[in-house]
């Protein structure tokens, strides 16, 4: 089983910057793609940016030029750095991992982002 704990969320005001963690723990030998998808209310959950364990990076239109998603494999820790941020970003941002074919979830940490 995969454990995944995130960290890092917060209010912040528009413009601003923060970085989510999520670190890894349990059965990971052979984690595979981590990344963070968020879910905004009314709305359904979507990526927003994903890496392999080779480091091959892949975002959200909405999010290009702004987020860097990045990962210490030592650390089984997943990191995104979010600045510029905006209204529309806010949302429960939740980490995911794939373990042989199988996707797990973090329980969410919550972003606001005021105007």
């Known amino acids: 089983q995969v454990q995944l704990v995130e960290s890092g969320g917060g209010l912040v005001q528009a413009g601003g910057s923060l970085r989510l963690s999520c670190a890894a723990s349990?059965?990971?030998?052979?984690?595979?793609?981590m990344g963070w998808y968020r879910q905004a209310p009314g709305k359904q959950r979507e990526l927003v940016a994903d890496?392999?364990?080779?480091?091959?990076?892949n975002y959200a239109d909405s999010v290009k030029g702004r987020f860097t998603i990045s990962r210490d494999n030592a650390k089984n820790t997943v990191y995104l750095q979010m600045n510029s941020l905006k209204p529309d970003d806010t949302a429960a941002y939740y980490c995911?991992?794939?373990?042989?074919?199988?996707?797990?979830w973090g329980q969410g940490t919550q972003v606001i982002v005021s105007s």
């Open positions: 349990g059965s990971i030998f052979g984690l595979n793609y």
């Open positions: 890496i392999s364990s080779g480091g091959s990076a």
């Open positions: 995911t991992a794939v373990h042989f074919g199988r996707r797990h």
